[in-house]
Nanobody
Framework: QVQLVESGGGLVQAGGSLRLSCAASGRAFTSYGLGWFRQVPGKEREFVASIRWMGSTERYVDSVKGRFIIARDNAKNTVYLQMNNLKPEDTAVYYC?????????????????WGQGTQVTVSS
């Protein structure tokens, strides 16, 4: 079982930046990588970005391409999400999750352990 702890959320004005961190402990052989999802009240959780522990495969939802960057530090078992040019529609609770399926598709079903979430609020 992988334990995940997110940090770095907060309140920022539109156009600003935040960096989220996700530290993984108890990393198991079956963790293929980490992903970020986000959720607003009344809506389903949405895939944001993911990165594999090995290789350079990164994936992003179209709405954040060119603004968000996902990166990893394997030595620290930590994944970062650098969020630039933030927009009010980026406001959500952001969750980190460990990929337990090798395909690592952009869906919740391919991710197992989840962090507690961190709030990101972008004011206009």
């Amino acid at each position: 079982q992988v334990q995940l702890v997110e940090s770095g959320g907060g309140l920022v004005q539109a156009g600003g930046s935040l960096r989220l961190s996700c530290a993984a402990s108890g990393r198991a052989f079956t963790s293929y990588g980490l992903g970020w999802f986000r959720q607003v009240p009344g809506k389903e959780r949405e895939f944001v970005a993911s990165i594999r522990w090995m290789g350079s495969t990164e994936r992003y939802v179209d709405s954040v391409k060119g603004r968000f960057i996902i990166a990893r530090d394997n030595a620290k078992n930590t994944v970062y999400l650098q969020m630039n040019n933030l927009k009010p529609e980026d406001t959500a609770v952001y969750y980190c999750a460990s990929a337990t399926v090798a395909a690592m598709r952009d869906i919740e079903a391919d991710f197992g352990s989840w962090g507690q979430g961190t709030q990101v609020t972008v004011s206009s």
